[in-house]
């Protein structure tokens, strides 16, 4: 058996020393030195090689080296081959951080005093308490509990959405569609933390804006084809939100004439709201080993049916 990383240079490094010591019966080998194919039993990608189980016919399971999976294509890989996706804690704590900051921009206008600092511009305006925002977030999954927690910590009044119902202390769960609307209906600053799949693929669209109170805020960290771009230019020109913070883009990188860049209203980041730091996420994949050899089920392990 043998573990193969097809990945940066920077985690090829630190992960070998990491299973030499933690897992020094797995060999562990890096693409493209794949070695002997028929041993690679577990492969960790952010994109996997085309033609997987004609490659690597004994490969047991499928590591995606961050916390979505919305790169692979689910059909393509056969079924009896598990997909894990990465959970460790120093990707959820710069997932927190990025919102608390998006949130707080938002409630203490610093998209405003941005765009009038390049003015030379210098205007008060009455400033709002986080107690006057409702911030609804999206998602109420690894990252997105996490967040709704913290920011309930910071004094915002919190609500959250997902597909099954939750119970967080002191944040009010919407659950299914059934509740989508009303859970919009009471957001002030919506925060995207959605997985990629077919049910959200433009769920960030003109009908969810309108939903939405009028002067709405959003802060998207999903995935960029979530939202449907050019509805989120109609909100924001016709006022329905007021500012958008974006980590993520459709496509990426935005390319440079998109009229976005130039909006004061909006503050586009690169895709770095987090991601998995190369020791901690070797250490998830190595323990996830270690679990897999206890025939116990990895963390992270993905509903093929429900995409994520
Ligand atoms: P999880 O899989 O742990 O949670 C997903 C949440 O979304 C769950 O609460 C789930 O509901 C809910 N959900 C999924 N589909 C629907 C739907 N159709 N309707 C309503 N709710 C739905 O994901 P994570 O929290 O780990 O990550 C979320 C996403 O954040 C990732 O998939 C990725 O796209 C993005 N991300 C972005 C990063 C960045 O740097 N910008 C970094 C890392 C992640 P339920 O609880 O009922 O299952």
Redesign the pocket.
Same mark, same amino acid.
């Given at each position: 058996m043998s573990m193969l990383l097809k990945s940066t240079a920077e985690r090829a490094d630190v992960w070998g020393r990491l299973f030499a010591r933690y897992l020094p019966d797995v060999p562990f080998r890096v693409w493209p030195d794949i070695g002997d194919p028929a041993e690679v039993e577990y492969l960790a990608t952010w994109v996997p090689p085309e033609n997987l189980l004609e490659q690597f016919p004994n490969l047991k399971i499928l590591f995606s080296v961050?916390?979505?999976i919305?790169q692979f294509d689910l059909s393509r890989i056969p079924p009896h081959i598990q997909v894990v996706?990465t959970?460790e804690t120093g990707?959820t704590d710069g997932?927190v951080a990025y919102v608390q900051f998006a949130v707080r921009a938002i409630q203490r206008d610093m998209l405003r005093y941005i765009h009038q600092q390049r003015q030379h511009v210098w205007q008060a305006r009455p400033v709002r308490s986080a107690s006057q925002f409702r911030v609804g977030v999206?998602?109420?999954?690894?990252?997105?509990v996490p967040v709704a927690q913290s920011l309930r910590g910071m004094g915002y009044v919190t609500q959250g959405? @997902?597909? $099954?119902r939750?119970d967080i202390d002191g944040v009010k769960c919407f659950?299914?569609e059934a509740e989508r609307m009303e859970f919009l209906a009471t957001t002030d600053i919506l925060v995207c933390?959605?997985?990629?799949?077919v049910?959200?693929t433009g769920i960030l669209n003109r009908d969810l804006f309108a939903q939405l109170p009028r002067g709405a805020a959003l802060v998207q960290?999903?995935?960029g084809r979530q939202m449907v771009m050019d509805d989120l230019m109609a909100a924001l020109e016709e006022g329905q939100l007021a500012a958008a913070i974006l980590?993520?883009t459709d496509p990426e990188p935005l390319p440079a004439d998109h009229p976005l860049w130039d909006r004061p209203d909006v503050l586009i980041t690169p895709?770095? @709201?987090? $991601?998995t730091p190369a020791e901690s996420g070797g250490m998830t994949i190595i323990n996830n080993i270690r679990r897999y050899l206890n025939n116990e089920a990895p963390v992270g392990l993905v509903d093929r049916a429900?995409g994520?």
């Open positions: 961050g916390a979505g919305d996706r959970i990707l997932m999206m998602g109420l999954g690894q990252l997105g959405w @997902a597909r $099954s939750h659950a299914g933390l959605l997985p990629l799949t049910e959200t960290c999903g995935r980590d993520v895709h770095i @709201a987090s $991601s429900m994520y």
